[in-house]
């Protein structure tokens, strides 16, 4: 159970407000930037004064969190899609759907120079789309997976399990069993974005919280983390439209 109080600090000329959440759940401070605003988790043991103190510590991380989150709003927003289009690592890419003269109940999807080829069996019950997005979480964890061999090599840290999911809201997760987990849209993002979600959770299985540690860890990890943010910034809603696979073609 989570119970919310706001304070605020100040940092130069500037106020900062601030929520507090305090978790029976969590066993540390951390510190949130979201687009919304500040906030600080707050363990049940820990009292005011060591809230306080924490962000005073962390102020100067906190303005420029605030200051790059203020920066990707001006980020230019992409242009609505053309029907029969979907991104694929990070180009557009049309689709075509095509029906098989074999009478067989199954659906095959292919790459064909630059074009995403739904075949579906005469018989199929299957929709296209959804065919389509049984593909895509297939590449997703090709990709997934590639990435993360190259960079638990590096941190000598190694998940339990790999999950490839649907969030509705998330990109990824790094639970307290150490268990990743990531969403399949990943494989609509250019690769750059990939590496770095991929490198922000594994970085996670060797640090738990937002830290500056933490940060300078998936910068040295990933040069693009920078321009992984800002691409996520324009086009991660985008991404996790529910009608992104409404394909608006008919079969061929």
Same mark, same amino acid.
């Given at each position: 159970m989570? #119970? #919310?109080?706001?304070?605020?600090?100040?940092?130069?000329?500037?106020?900062? !407000?601030y929520r507090v959440f305090r978790s029976t759940a969590a066993k540390k401070l951390r510190i949130r930037v979201r687009p919304d $605003?500040?906030?600080?988790?707050?363990?049940?043991? *820990?009292?005011?004064? !060591?809230? %306080? /103190?924490? =962000?005073?510590?962390?102020k100067r991380w906190?303005? !420029?969190?605030?200051?790059?989150?203020?920066?990707?709003?001006? =980020?230019?927003?992409?242009e609505i899609r053309k029907a029969g289009e979907i991104l694929f690592r990070g180009t557009a890419t049309r689709v075509r759907v095509e029906a098989a003269r074999s009478r067989t109940r199954g659906s /095959? =999807?292919?790459?064909? !120079?630059?074009?995403? @080829?739904? *075949?579906? $069996?005469? +018989? %199929? &019950? #299957?929709?296209a789309a959804q065919s389509l997005e049984?593909?895509?979480? &297939?590449?997703?964890?090709?990709?997934?997976?590639?990435?993360?061999a190259? =960079?638990?090599?590096? +941190?000598?840290?190694?998940?339990? &399990?790999?999950?490839?999911? $649907?969030? *509705? #809201?998330?990109?990824?997760n790094c639970s307290a069993a150490k268990n990743l987990s990531f969403n399949w849209r990943l494989i609509l993002a250019p690769d750059?974005?990939?590496?770095?979600? @991929?490198?922000?959770?594994?970085v996670h299985l060797a640090i738990p919280d937002h830290s500056a540690k933490f940060w300078l860890t998936v910068q040295s990890l990933c040069r693009e983390t920078e &321009? /992984?943010?800002?691409?996520l910034a324009a086009n991660g809603r985008r991404l996790l439209d529910p009608e992104l696979l409404v394909l608006d073609v008919a079969p061929t």
């Open positions: 989570k #119970t #919310t109080t706001l304070h605020h600090v100040q940092i130069g000329s500037r106020r900062l !407000d $605003g500040v906030e600080v988790v707050q363990p049940e043991k *820990r009292n005011g004064e !060591d809230v %306080s /103190a924490f =962000v005073e510590r962390n906190i303005l !420029d969190q605030v200051r790059r989150m203020e920066r990707l709003r001006h =980020v230019r927003r992409p /095959a =999807v292919r790459l064909v !120079d630059n074009e995403i @080829v739904v *075949r579906r $069996g005469a +018989l %199929s &019950r #299957t929709p049984n593909w895509l979480r &297939r590449q997703a964890r090709i990709e997934i997976e590639r990435q993360l190259l =960079v638990s090599g590096r +941190l000598r840290r190694y998940p339990r &399990r790999i999950y490839v999911m $649907g969030q *509705r #809201t998330k990109w990824g750059f974005v990939i590496r770095y979600l @991929v490198t922000h959770e594994a &321009r /992984a943010k800002q691409w």
